[in-house]
């Protein structure tokens, strides 16, 4: 199993290769437009609840960890303010199937702040906020608009956000290396109550990026008859342009025994020949007042990237090249479980606390991503790749 | 061009909902004292921010797709 005809880079040059999948690409969406998920009011035209919540999250499975704490507060101020901040850190160590046949294991850590402020002036609430995230080789900065209204009766809802995000790739072992990446978000949100015990969500959302968009470790292979293997590698190179475009529509219902059930699902493309959708069952069932278990699936899946290939026919063999696997065509399958016990507090500002756990486990099938940890077959007869991960969030929060 | 493009989309659908909620033939059908199961905490498609905003980053860090995450809306939209 011991690959010798690697690349020549140096080990810590190529230890950064895939962590959460394409780093920079993915946490500079999180940053941005997740942001809304924070920001948001989860009721229409009143500011969110005062709040403030301890999370500790951890992810594992296919070699990779990342686990660290989140920590929100949130507070109003005279009934038309409400400020907040989030604390956020990664830490991650990587031995994931890209690092261990191309790169190196290796350890990393990722903080994140965010502060906003909500205002709400009658029926309209406007929100703002900035966020920056640091580590090693990658600065994410991110700022974002958005104003919601009722309508109808207070029936519709309707908001619009707008996020800009700019941010900085480097490579850690190569001083001379220096990227940008901008990113720009619109957002259209359309939420509806149909009956007394049933709501509809509708949310559109844009996404240009403009820079550098991939990962600067990670490698393609291509098919080398000089090499002991049979294929060697290279760097990949992306389009420094792309657009997207998501479509979800959400449902929630309330069953006649107090729980409710959700459904989700999204579509999505972009100008690199992504093609996805999603679809989301969730339930959430109280025992008692107090204690609350909720259940979920999801399934994903996409088709790849125009200039994605497992395996390249030669060397630079097109202009675009890339081997992430976050870009080739898979599925995956996401289970779900939690519970949740509110109590009561009393202690002088503190109302009431909530603890809780969920617990996710997801299933990925690759289609076209091979792997090659196997190397005693031909290249490109390698089999499919798959991985399996845990996801666990426990938190507690104090509503005041 | 794209971007013009969203923003004309994004600007045509939010005149569109604000026309359809001008109109006086069409009256909310459902009184504020009949938003009681709309309001439970159960209902919300946001019910705990910073674990949805967590799950939201999986996601996003290994899938293709983004945007139009979940998370406005829900609750009884009374003030």
């Known amino acids: ?400 | 061009m794209k971007t013009t493009m969203f923003k004309l989309l994004a600007i045509a659908l939010l005149a569109g909902a604000l026309g359809g909620c001008g109109s006086t033939e069409l009256k909310p059908w459902i009184s504020p004292y009949e938003r009681n199961n709309l309001a439970d905490p159960i209902m919300s498609f946001n019910r705990a921010p910073v674990s949805g905003a967590y799950m939201h980053h999986v996601h996003q860090a290994r899938e293709g797709a983004r945007g139009a995450e979940g998370g406005g809306g829900g609750g009884c939209g009374c003030n």
């Open chain 1, 1 to 400: 199993m011991v690959v010798t005809d690697r690349p020549v880079l140096t080990a810590r040059r190529r230890r950064r290769i895939t962590p959460l999948g394409t780093l920079g690409r993915g946490l500079s969406f999180a940053i941005g437009f997740a942001l809304v998920l924070l920001t948001a009011p989860a009721e229409a035209a009143i500011l969110p609840e005062d709040r403030s919540d301890v999370m500790y999250h951890g992810y594992e499975g296919g070699g990779l960890k990342v686990d660290g704490p989140s920590v929100l507060v949130r507070k109003a101020y005279k009934d038309k303010f409400s400020f907040w901040g989030n604390y956020y850190v990664d830490m991650i160590s990587s031995a994931s199937i890209d690092v261990i046949t191309t790169a190196s294991p290796y350890t990393e850590e990722r903080k994140e702040f965010s502060l906003g402020v909500d205002y709400l002036h009658g029926k309209t609430n406007m929100g703002a906020s900035y966020t920056n995230s640091e580590e090693s080789d990658y600065s994410a900065n991110a700022a974002r608009f958005s104003i919601n209204h009722d309508f109808f009766g207070d029936l519709t809802n309707v908001g619009i956000t707008y996020a800009r995000g700019w941010n900085e790739v480097r490579r850690n072992g190569d001083d001379l290396f220096l990227e940008e990446a901008k990113t720009q978000s619109y957002r259209l949100d359309l939420s509806q109550i149909v009956t007394k015990n049933f709501i509809l969500n509708m949310n559109y959302e844009g996404v240009t990026d403009e820079g550098f968009l991939n990962n600067p470790y990670r490698q393609i292979r291509y098919l080398d008859p000089s090499a002991a293997r049979g294929y060697s590698f290279e760097l990949e190179n992306y389009p420094r342009t792309r657009t997207s475009s998501a479509l979800a529509l959400r449902g929630m219902y309330f069953l006649p025994y107090r729980a409710s059930v959700k459904g989700e699902v999204r579509t999505y493309s972009d100008t690199w020949g992504i093609k996805g959708w999603n679809a989301e069952l969730g339930y959430v069932h109280p025992i008692t007042d107090k204690l609350i278990v909720e259940a979920s699936y999801r399934y994903y899946t996409q088709n790849k990237a125009d200039f994605y290939e497992d395996l390249f026919p030669y060397s630079q063999s097109q202009n675009y090249m890339a081997r992430d696997k976050e870009l080739s065509t898979y599925f995956n399958h996401t289970i779900g479980a939690g519970v949740s016990y509110e109590f009561n507090m009393g202690w002088g500002f503190l109302k009431r606390g909530e603890v809780s756990l969920l617990v996710d486990y997801m299933m990925f099938d690759y289609k076209d991503f091979r792997d090659l940890r196997v190397t005693d077959v031909p290249p490109g007869q390698e089999p499919m790749y798959s991985l399996q991960a845990t996801v666990v969030r426990a938190f507690i929060s104090f509503f005041y």
